[in-house]
T-cell receptor, first 119, second 116 residues
Framework: DTEVTQTPKHLVMGMTNKKSLKCEQH?????MYWYKQKAKKPPELMFV???????INESVPSRFSPECPNSSLLNLHLHALQPEDSALYLC??????????????????FGPGTRLTVL | AQTVTQSQPEMSVQEAETVTLSCTYD???????LFWYKQPPSRQMILVIR??????QNATENRFSVNFQKAAKSFSLKISDSQLGDAAMYFC?????????????FGKGTKLTVNP
């Protein structure tokens, strides 16, 4: 299995709803990432998990709550979102290399994304 | 902080021709990785090619190759024998280290159109 899967593909939610995005990989990758991408813009990093521990939070509002229950699964819990949070949410993962050097991880593999619309 | 600049918002190429996409970056690190990612209309980000800064040889992957000029901090992507399926947004990315983790810093992207 050499892919990152994301569910759902599309999500429409109201500002008072609570929903979750799910990301899964079975490649043995130990780093997982959430990105937010607005139309015609590059992805913006939100969170990084390394060995199931949150290692980077790019000052993301608390209405986004990440969770990494195990090494294969990454969730993003959404609550009280705003219309400006509508975007494509991308998940990625990367493998930790066995040796030290310029980088501890290989390249990131991306999932197909969840297109989120907040009404 | 590292920055990545793609100065060409849009490019077009005729099918079967060659096109070069530009990317420059700014960093104080001596060892790092650079990537080109492709994002077609389906929106899935696909890795096209990567370059390790400590390697002098330019990376190649079939029809895709890079011209890596470390001193000039330039990392251009050449697509040979362009195909209709190459039409996409192309992002240049620099891998930055932050603490014990790593993050990608993306350029703003270049939209490539392939004309039949």
């Amino acid at each position: 299995d050499t892919e990152v899967t994301q569910t759902p593909k599309h999500l429409v939610m109201g500002m008072t709803n609570k929903k979750s995005l799910k990301c899964e990989q079975h490649m043995g990758h130990r780093a997982m990432y959430w990105y937010k991408q607005k139309a015609k813009k590059p992805p913006e990093l939100m969170f990084v998990y390394s060995y199931e521990k949150l290692s980077i939070n790019e000052s993301v509002p608390s209405r986004f709550s990440p969770e990494c229950p195990n090494s294969s699964l990454l969730n993003l819990h959404l609550h009280a979102l705003q219309p400006e949070d509508s975007a494509l949410y991308l998940c990625a993962s990367s493998r930790k290399k066995g040796t030290s050097g310029a980088s501890s991880y290989n390249e990131q593999f991306f999932g197909p994304g969840t297109r989120l619309t907040v009404l | 902080a590292q920055t990545v600049t793609q100065s060409q918002p849009e490019m077009s190429v005729q099918e079967a021709e060659t096109v070069t996409l530009s990317c420059t970056y700014d960093t104080s690190e001596s060892d790092y990785y650079l990537f080109w990612y492709k994002q077609p209309p389906s929106r899935q980000m696909i890795l096209v090619i990567r370059q390790e800064a400590y390697k002098q040889q330019n990376a190649t992957e079939n029809r895709f190759s890079v011209n890596f000029q470390k001193a000039a901090k330039s990392f251009s992507l050449k697509i040979s024998d362009s195909q209709l399926g190459d039409a996409a947004m192309y992002f240049c990315a620099y891998r930055s280290r932050q603490g014990g983790s790593e993050k990608l810093v993306f350029g703003k992207g270049t939209k490539l159109t392939v004309n039949p």
